[in-house]
């Protein structure tokens, strides 16, 4: 297939085929014959290759989805009391129950001595929640500083505008006065506390 182009010398000459240079000539041919092949073969994997990432894609998602049957399938045929014991729908976390933590209680002083005992449920949620509150405020005093950098800037840029188009403002017809006198409430300037979103 890669050696049918170079037989070109019928076409071209007529002369019976001598080689002027035979070694050279046919040590090119050798490693024409040897690297042609094998970048036509990269090519052509080049080219699959670039669609295995889907494959995979494809192949882990009908592997979850045949792991899933196959679990479904398991409790299924298993009996209803084996699957309810095994799956229970709550589970009542309890600390210093057992007798490792009775004694450590003991030794620590909390088990005869019951004002060192922590409500520790009760004060860890309400420590969760104020701390909660804390970075909520904290976020929004944050934010309204934003928001009173950024007012200040509009109203700066407010002023700075008004302040362009009155040097700038040179009726050019007497209709032109009646309009902005309508919309300027008799021609005085425009009030910017009512153009001021913030």
Request: charge should be positive.
């Amino acid at each position: 297939m890669t050696t049918g182009e170079l037989e070109t010398d019928p076409i071209f000459f007529s002369t019976p085929s001598v080689v002027t240079y035979p070694v050279i000539t046919y040590l090119l041919w050798i490693v024409f014959l040897i690297i042609m092949p094998i970048l036509l073969q990269n090519l052509l994997v080049g080219l699959a290759v670039d669609d295995i990432k889907g494959v995979q894609e494809k192949a882990a998602l009908k592997k979850e989805a045949l792991q899933i049957g196959f679990t479904l399938d398991v409790l299924s045929r298993l009996p209803k009391v084996i699957v309810r014991w095994r799956n229970k729908r709550s589970y009542t976390q309890t600390w210093g129950k057992g007798p490792f933590e009775k004694f450590w209680k003991w030794l620590n002083g909390s088990y005869w001595k019951p004002e060192l005992k922590l409500n520790s449920s009760k004060e860890y949620s309400v420590a969760q929640k104020v701390d909660k509150m804390v970075e909520v405020v904290y976020s929004m005093e944050k934010r309204m500083q934003q928001l009173n950098e950024q007012c200040t800037k509009l109203e700066k840029m407010m002023i700075h505008i008004s302040q362009e188009q009155e040097r700038n403002f040179e009726p050019r017809r007497s209709d032109n006065l009646r309009r902005m006198k309508g919309v300027f409430h008799s021609s005085s300037e425009p009030n910017l506390s009512e153009l001021m979103f913030c």
